[in-house]
């Protein structure tokens, strides 16, 4: 179709313009074009991403939308939301002022990203000839950080002071045994490398010294601004209200499923005691007692690697058996390592899929490692609380979600997708994403996962707890008029006593939850969306209806919003 094409003419002078002025991005994606550059955050740089994006908008707009095609409908929609969420962003939230994370990112993954390479890869010397120039620009990219940030809020500012040493520590020791790859240059950059330190430990004084005793700005998004985010954020036709009213229905079904689940536990743990508490007094008595007996088969710091090999091999063999989806090929550079330190502390784990346009290279599934405190009494505490939350249950829920048949299962479909075009690839909808993990969770042990101990179950309906709990939390703290106090003591209590979260976990959701509005809100809707997309399949398909089918044509069409793959994936039964 000729729209179809003046379109994709527009859309590819746009992804090459977006990568451009954000090039650690354009590293992640693996389109090394800009690897030699950083971001510019200077006042004229942001004037320059604004005017950038505001004539791609008008661009976009001018379009006939309704003359192209379905799929070119869709990526025009992803492409204007990109557009207007990130003109947003500028405009009214404006990070570059508010959030050192913003810089501490763009080195973690503009660096992190220039060395995922295989051992003997051939591209290596021009790689680090990125390096030397990207780490050349570190100096003034930090100050330009300094200038910029103004009254963050504290909650932010104190985690890059935790954070800002691992990129240290990046720099000081991963970067430099990787020198040797590029002989001819590799005096430039142990030069350069040490201009970037010398950066890096003199913001991080600035972060301590300066930033943090002026850090008084407030966490809050407030109503008007979370409901503009989310509404970029989640690409969905479910409203604001009606997620929190379905957040909360399901919270109450999702408690009374795990009384139903704990009562013949708790009778054979502990005969003969009786509980005479009624109604949400009974749930938390019977199922507390459960959890936290069952809750001491665990791993440690030492051990958890070795038992998410183990927990890996039974979840895919349970797969195989019951033909949920097909796998990816064994060859498929899956690995299982610790976040980066840059990252580490604010979720428990990722998935790191491989660059958009390098697919060939490794897929992560992060774990992140526990801080310590110096304090040998508190990390010991600290790591008991953790892993009774991350159990031998919680650790093969956490790895179901992030791994099979969640996040890299999923991204594993999206890259090899002949459906799926670059736009739907390298803007990826995280309320699919999330959502499909969540879905999958729930495929999993519907089909009998782990039936051979109703422990298994009941964690893992503990563990779904958080899909609607991170939704109303985030609602809530975002929209609310509580003072800090009292938001935070609302929002431990709903953590520990609706949802039975250990006090560290419950402690750095609370943070989580301050630091990454609207976030937490995908997993929720989009398990809702994809639900009823699925049951509406099974219904239109009756007797015919097959699982790994259904699962595989949802995933095919890529990472993209639910209310997009509602219209793809019923005009395919049309053919």
């Known amino acids: ?51 950038l994006y505001e004539k791609y908008l008008a661009d976009f707009q001018r379009l006939d939308h309704e003359s192209l095609s379905l799929s070119a409908r869709i ?66 990219f930090l100050e330009i950080a300094r200038k910029n940030l103004k009254n963050p809020p504290k909650v932010h500012t104190l985690y890059i002071i935790e954070r800002n040493p691992a990129n240290i520590a990046f720099f000081d020791e991963t970067l430099s045994s990787i020198f040797d790859k590029a002989p ?52 969905s036709d479910i409203k604001p209200d009606e997620i929190v009213e379905r957040a909360q229905q399901l919270l109450k079904k999702w408690r009374e499923e795990m009384l139903e689940i704990a009562l013949p536990i708790h009778d054979r743990l502990f005969p003969g005691c009786r509980h005479v508490e009624q109604g949400n007094a009974l749930i938390n008595a019977v199922v507390r007692e459960v959890i936290h007996k069952i809750s001491k088969k665990h791993a440690t710091s030492d051990t958890v ?22 796998l990816p090929p064994e060859t498929d550079n899956f690995f299982v390592e610790r976040t980066p330190g840059f990252l580490n502390g604010l979720a428990v ?60 299962v999923q991204y594993y ?51 779904n707890l958080k899909t609607p709990i991170n939704a109303i939390l985030d609602a809530t703290l975002h929209t609310s008029n509580m003072g800090d106090e009292e938001a935070d003591q609302w929002a431990i209590d709903l953590l520990m006593n609706q949802g039975f979260q250990e006090e560290m976990e419950a402690h750095g959701k609370l943070r989580r939850a301050k630091m990454t509005s609207c976030q937490l809100s995908t997993y929720l809707v989009g398990y809702l969306e994809l639900k009823e997309i699925m049951e509406e399949y099974r219904m239109r398909k009756g007797n015919h209806f097959n699982l790994r089918e259904f699962n595989e044509t949802l995933l095919s069409f890529g990472t993209i919003p639910p209310r997009e793959i509602r219209k793809l994936l019923f005009e395919s039964l049309k053919t």
Do not use: C
Request: hydrophobic residues 35%; proline residues 5%; glycine residues 6%.
């Open 1 to 51: 179709m000729a729209q179809d094409q003046f379109f994709y003419r527009i859309a590819e002078r746009y992804l090459d313009d977006m990568l451009r002025i954000n090039p650690s991005t354009a590293t992640v994606n693996g389109y090394h074009r800009f690897d030699g550059l950083l971001e510019d955050f200077s006042k004229p740089g942001i004037r320059k991403r604004i005017e």
């Open 75 to 140: 990526d025009h929609g992803i492409l204007i939301n990109d557009i207007e969420s990130t003109l947003f962003t500028l405009k009214e939230l404006k990070p570059y002022e508010n959030d050192p994370a913003l810089y501490n990112d763009i080195i973690g993954f503009g660096m992190l990203f220039l060395t995922i390479q295989e051992e003997d890869s051939p591209v290596w010397p021009e790689r680090l000839q990125s390096m030397l120039d990207r780490m050349r620009k570190i100096p003034e």
């Open 184 to 235: 001819a240059i590799e005096n430039d950059l142990i030069e350069a490398r040490d201009e970037a330190l010398k950066a890096l430990r003199d913001y991080q004084m600035f972060l301590e010294t300066e930033l943090l005793p002026r850090s008084n700005g407030n966490w809050r998004l407030g109503k008007d601004l979370w409901r503009k985010k989310l509404q970029f954020t989640l690409q």
């Open 305 to 326: 690697f070795s038992d998410v090999q183990m927990w890996i091999g039974k979840i895919k063999s349970h797969i195989r058996e019951k033909g949920i989806i097909t």
């Open 349 to 408: 784990a990722y998935f790191n899929p491989a660059p958009v346009f390098e697919p060939q290279l490794k897929k992560s599934y992060w774990i992140s490692s526990l801080p310590k405190t110096g304090d040998a009494e508190k990390d010991r505490k600290q790591e008991e609380s953790h892993f009774r939350e991350y159990n031998d249950y919680g650790l093969q829920s956490l790895t179901i979600h992030e791994a099979f048949p969640g996040h890299y």
């Open 413 to 463: 479909y999206a890259q090899n997708s002949p459906m799926a075009t670059i736009y739907k690839k390298i803007f990826p909808s995280w309320t699919f994403s999330e959502g499909w993990a969540v879905l999958g969770e729930e495929q999993i042990f519907e089909s009998g996962y782990g039936s051979e101990d109703p422990a298994a179950l009941l964690i893992h309906t503990k563990i």
